[in-house]
């Protein structure tokens, strides 16, 4: 009877185990699945095929489509693809992100759907479930070290008279000009409810502004040309810069770190949900975070990552203490008011 | 006999109608339709891209009693009037010139080839010229015209030039179809009348390709007037063109309804100006039509 028993033990754990043994008897889960993701284009989605892409090809079977565009615009897709959506996943920033969840866009996932969701730090997790981060980049002090004789320490230095006609900043259009504005607010006796003591600091940067931009791609330009020899950038590009051999240094600013974070979330009604979940979980994955750190140098979200030596110092934000230290951003106030701010920026500052 | 022509008018109007239907249908799904939306859109009282209920005018109040908006407004018709004068100027010569003479083929091929370029690449090549270490300032410099370097980028002039050039081509085209159909012997038979080269010009050349060269402004001046990226890369911190105020509302600020409020405005005056362009064309063809009779 025993032996009997035994004999039907074996016979089900070799009927569990032949199939996952032998990857030619069986399907892949996700075998034929195709889903639809929004990308940035250039290098970054080159780096998510080779760290998200693949690997979920491999394992799951599923292909991964990435539509290379900006935020923005695939934010305006998705809202207008809602009964047959456009995307499987939506790629968004903090300030999508907000908008997004307001709108019901997004469905809030839990760590039963992406497992990687407990590794990563909490304070980038603003939103729980809807926005899971998968790389934080911070704008930073950039400078050309062959014409800048005094480095800036500050975004105010900015307004160094020195630097006339060779400073290019982001505008208010782009996330980094934002989170510069209210730095500069911050540090000068102001907060995010009142930014005038930012944009008097702003007013004076004005007389040495080459241009203010939303387009990283230009500034990336006027920067590699020597066009403009200072700068507040995202401190990844800069580093992209410094490998190429531009002659230039990332400041971590006195006015302290501020960033944004890029998020994956889940489009509600996808017809692919499994496989969904697979891709936010790999993206989110210490795998993948280590791939974009070590290629765009944008900071690893997930609190598992150990950057090597070489760049653990060029990634800007890593580790648990600076991360810790960079203050909170209230994107609320800034979904909320950047329209005001704008128009006040195109009436003062042309 | 009457009612057999009439029957055959009939049966070509049909025919007619059939040939134009597919474009009308396509013209009606993707113009009238997303146009119809953002009109739609543009009377939302929201200032947002989500929850939109409700009608209201106000955002075209806004956008027609601020000085910020009523000003670019004005800016950026007058820029474009100015581009649209200068494409004319610099391309109908050009366009005559490739119209008349030997080897059209490489000539259209010329003038189409900037066409063929990304408008981005165009943008990123005018920086390499324009700028502080670019081409212009090393001749100037070498030539001692400039002791130091100027910044001929991020100003309203560079940006109504990049403009220009980048649109020349339209004038030129648009000069070259109907010159080509001038007759080269009705510019010798003004000559045989003793009308010098002058006269030939402004009284028979001119009034002939009157309607290339309002066609081709037309097509420069929607196309200046609505033009975003140029005036938002080579434009830098001080030129407010029109567009960008569009898109900045509807990419950026996500504020949906005030962004289909201005573009429907600019979309209002670009129509206008194309209206006011057609009847100064059909106007001195006249006398053209009159000597064809």
Known sequence: MSLFRIGIYLAAICALALPQGSAFAQQKEFEGTKIVVNGFGGNLDDVLVESVSKPLKDQYGITVEIVPGSVASAYAKAMTSRSNPAFDVLITDDITLRAATKAGLIEEVSAADVPNMTQLYPNFVPLGGYGLPFFASVCALAYNKEHVKTPPQALSDLANPELKGRVGIFNLESVGGVVSLISLAEANGGSIQNLDPGFAKLKEIAPNLATATSSPVEMYNLLQRGEIWASWFWSGRVNALIDQGAPLAIVVPKEKLRGNLDFVSLVKGTKSRGAALKFMNQITSAQASLAIARSVYFGPTNQTVTLPSGIEKRVLPYGAEMIASMPPVDWDAVVAKRASWIERWNREMR | ?293
């Open chain 2, 1 to 293: 006999m009457g009612q057999f022509l009439r029957r055959l008018a009939w049966s070509r109007d049909i025919y007619l109608a059939g040939l134009l239907t597919p474009a009308v249908v396509a013209v009606m799904l993707i113009l009238s339709v997303p146009i119809a939306w953002l009109v739609r859109i543009s009377l939302y009282p929201q200032d947002q891209s989500y929850d939109l209920s409700g009608w209201s005018a106000v955002h075209y109040i806004k956008a027609l009693t601020d000085d910020l908006y009523l000003g670019s407004l004005a800016r950026t018709t007058l820029y474009s009037l100015i581009v649209t004068v200068g494409t004319a100027i610099l391309g109908f010569p050009l366009g005559y010139a490739a119209a008349r003479g030997r080897l059209r083929r490489w000539k259209i091929f010329f003038i189409v080839l900037p066409l063929t370029l990304s408008l981005i690449v165009n943008i990123f090549g005018w920086i390499m010229i324009l700028g502080q270490n670019g081409l212009l300032n090393s001749v100037l410099l070498s030539v001692h015209l400039l002791d130091q370097p100027r910044q001929f980028l991020f100003g309203v002039g560079t940006v109504l030039v990049v403009l220009g050039h980048t649109y020349l081509p339209f004038q030129i085209l648009s000069v070259m179809s109907v010159v080509t159909q001038i007759e080269p012997m009705l510019e010798e038979a003004s000559a045989s009348l003793r009308g010098n080269r002058w006269v030939t010009f402004r009284r028979v050349i001119i009034p002939l390709a009157w309607p290339g060269i309002v066609a081709g402004s037309t097509i420069v001046f929607i196309l200046t007037i609505s033009a975003f990226i140029i005036p938002q890369l080579i434009g830098g911190a001080s030129v407010q063109m029109y567009a960008v105020f569009v898109f900045q509302q509807m990419m950026t600020v996500l504020n949906w309804p005030f962004g289909a409020s201005l573009s429907l405005i600019l979309l209002v005056v670009a129509l206008g100006f194309a209206t006011v362009f057609r009847t100064i064309g059909s106007r001195t063809e006249e006398p053209k039509s009159a000597v064809a009779k």
